[in-house]
């Protein structure tokens, strides 16, 4: 058992500019091909903790003051994102961020950086293979392309660096249903096929239980409660507040809610 | 007629010299947001140490124009890592200051070394480049220039367009947070956009000093002019710099032919303002790609 987890964080705090204080103290553990979802409203600290891992808060200024960040028995905290990259750790950064000025092709070129053997053709197969979509537009600047192609060509970009971890942040953010529903799809095929582990952070926390096998909840810099994806769907607190249903069902007035959250079980 | 096609033969090469020389300095703006003040100081570096190769070492020519650009790409990737890495992070003004003593420090070690007199490159370019057509005459030094110029576009296009680095280079100036998210060596990138800058740099220092002899203070004073020519053309396209070089370059020649000579040096500068007013970007400054 012990020796399925892939990723261990512990108790990390972690502090922008020497002075904002944004995790206090989050612990984590992610197994092998599992997909772990890390849900909490805006704010939390979901993006923060995936930064902390990817060695991503360097360049922001932030750094990992306290705890450790384990990953395949290694410390990796304040590594720089180079390093980290070259483990198997790639982070498919919220906003989708694609270069927005390079051919879809060439965004997805540019996930090959860490790797010294370039099989271009095999990798660019392997995506179209995921994404079907980006084949026709593969000559198409990345910034002319709609909003579900583009979380395409970044989960795309990032699987060329055939990640052992893939770190996903938000990848409905501002789609269609319909489009999200395919996204995550993708996403369950990824991490049964190529035996990708993936930590997903998510606003949509309906969706992102459906797929993930183990779940934890943010607040305030804190993780307030973990559980498998199953437990959590049926636990009212969660529902309550993530999925938008009573506990009876019934629809609830703002206010109730309000009166309802200052008596939430964890704090 | 035969004034107006010399005029604008004369025009074009000097332009395309322009334009290569602001090459350099949008590749360092483009992947780092820095302007290089030191960008002339460059130029003039490559120049000297050509000189010093030829008439000190006394290498044959082709061999010291290989070195020459070589310790140009060397000098680039060492000035980053030791004076620009430090200071990654900090803000954007540091490190144009920090550039600005640089040019400084450069001029100094080279007055210091070779002096502030003229010198002169010893004629090695063959007679045959130059061309001769009853009142129109091209020395050899431009038709060497427009050879050179081109090579170097051809093999940085490509470089640019297919090549991983290249395309690393430019994913790093199109969007640095991705980029780093990947695994793109980003300080790898600033070092070879300084390299490379340099190299260019130095190959036209090296023309240049051809053309007009080699003094510190009018190589320096070049890197001056580099900004017209980028402005104009767009801060961040390579293509642009070289159109923005070659009009500079027209304008210059033939403000120089018809009006006045004296002129020469304002009239681009009036004509750039006119354009940045109807195109604030330059030229081919890029857009901003918006999706509505």
């Known amino acids: 058992?012990?020796?399925?987890?892939?990723?261990?964080?512990?108790?990390?705090?972690?502090?922008?500019?020497?002075?904002?204080?944004?995790?206090?103290?989050?612990?984590?553990?992610?197994?092998?091909?599992?997909?772990?979802?890390?849900?909490?409203?805006?704010?939390?600290?979901?993006?923060?903790?995936?930064?902390?891992?990817?060695?991503?808060?360097?360049?922001?200024?932030?750094?990992?003051?306290?705890?450790?960040?384990?990953?395949?028995?290694?410390?990796?905290?304040?590594?720089?994102?180079?390093?980290?990259?070259?483990?198997?750790?790639?982070?498919?950064?919220?906003?989708?961020?694609?270069?927005?000025?390079?051919?879809?092709?060439?965004?997805?070129?540019?996930?090959?950086?860490?790797?010294?053997?370039?099989?271009?053709?095999?990798?660019?197969?392997?995506?179209?293979?995921?994404?079907?979509?980006?084949?026709?537009?593969?000559?198409?600047?990345?910034?002319?392309?709609?909003?579900?192609?583009?979380?395409?060509?970044?989960?795309?970009?990032?699987?060329?660096?055939?990640?052992?971890?893939?770190?996903?942040?938000?990848?409905?953010?501002?789609?269609?249903?319909?489009?999200?529903?395919?996204?995550?799809?993708?996403?369950?095929?990824?991490?049964?096929?190529?035996?990708?582990?993936?930590?997903?952070?998510?606003?949509?926390?309906?969706?992102?239980?459906?797929?993930?096998?183990?779940?934890?909840?943010?607040?305030?810099?804190?993780?307030?409660?973990?559980?498998?994806?199953?437990?959590?769907?049926?636990?009212?607190?969660?529902?309550e507040f993530y999925l938008g249903v009573g506990v009876a069902g019934d629809l609830r007035s703002y206010r109730d809610v309000k009166s309802y959250r200052r008596r939430k079980r964890w704090l | 007629m035969d004034f107006f096609v010399q005029l604008l033969i004369n025009g074009i090469s000097v332009g395309f010299l322009y334009g290569l020389s602001a090459m350099g300095f949008v590749m360092i703006f483009k992947s780092s947001s820095v302007l290089n003040f030191a960008h002339g100081e460059l130029l003039a570096m490559g120049a000297f140490l050509f000189l010093a190769l030829v008439t000190w070492a006394q290498l044959p020519i082709l061999p010291a124009f290989l070195i020459t650009l070589a310790g140009c790409f060397v000098l680039g990737f060492v000035v980053e890592r030791l004076f620009l890495r430090p200071l990654i992070g900090e803000p954007l003004i540091f490190v144009i200051m920090l550039t600005v003593g640089l040019a400084s420090m450069f001029k100094g070690i080279l007055l210091l070394i070779f002096g502030g007199n003229l010198n002169t490159y010893p004629d090695f370019l063959p007679s045959f480049l130059g061309i001769q057509r009853g009142m129109i005459n091209i020395p050899p030094v431009y038709t060497a220039t427009l050879i050179i110029g081109l090579t170097f576009l051809a093999v940085f296009g490509l470089f640019f367009k297919y090549s991983s680095q290249g395309i690393y280079m430019r994913s790093v100036a199109d969007n640095q947070k991705a980029a780093l998210s990947l695994g793109v060596h980003v300080k790898l990138v600033f070092a070879l956009s300084w390299a490379i800058a340099a190299l260019v740099a130095g190959m036209s220092g090296i023309v240049l000093g051809i053309i007009n002899g080699i003094n510190v203070h009018d190589l320096s004073a070049i890197g001056l002019k580099v900004f017209p020519v980028v402005i104009l053309g767009g801060l961040d396209s390579i293509g642009g710099a070289i159109i923005g070089g070659i009009i500079i370059g027209l304008l210059e020649t033939f403000t120089g032919g018809y009006l006045s000579p004296s002129l020469r040096d304002v009239v681009p500068y009036i004509v750039l303002v006119f354009i940045l007013l109807v195109k604030p970007y330059g030229l081919f400054g890029l857009k901003e790609i918006e999706r509505v």
């Not at chain 1, 944004?22 to 092998?32: N, Q």
């Not at chain 1, 070129?109 to 079907?132: C, N, Q, S």
């Open chain 1, 1 to 239: 058992m012990e020796n399925n987890i892939l990723l261990q964080i512990n108790n990390i705090s972690v502090v922008y500019s020497d002075v904002i204080q944004v995790l206090k103290g989050v612990s984590l553990a992610v197994e092998k091909n599992h997909i772990v979802s890390l849900l909490g409203s805006n704010g939390a600290g979901k993006t923060t903790t995936l930064k902390a891992v990817s060695g991503l808060l360097k360049p922001e200024n932030g750094k990992v003051t306290d705890g450790s960040i384990i990953y395949k028995g290694r410390n990796i905290q304040n590594q720089y994102p180079e390093f980290i990259t070259r483990q198997g750790i790639i982070h498919v950064l919220e906003g989708r961020q694609p270069f927005k000025y390079l051919t879809v092709e060439e965004n997805l070129k540019v996930g090959t950086a860490t790797r010294w053997l370039k099989p271009h053709k095999d990798d660019l197969e392997m995506v179209y293979h995921y994404f079907p979509a980006l084949v026709k537009r593969r000559k198409a600047l990345a910034g002319y392309c709609s909003g579900g192609e583009l979380q395409m060509i970044v989960m795309g970009r990032a699987l060329m660096a055939h990640p052992e971890l893939l770190l996903l942040d938000e990848p409905s953010l501002g789609l269609a249903p319909l489009v999200v529903k395919e996204i995550f799809e993708i996403i369950v095929k990824i991490n049964e096929e190529q035996a990708t582990t993936i930590i997903l952070v998510e606003q949509n926390a309906g969706m992102a239980l459906q797929i993930a096998h183990y779940g934890y909840v943010m607040e305030n810099g804190k993780i307030v409660m973990e559980g498998s994806a199953a437990d959590l769907v049926k636990n009212p607190d969660i529902k």
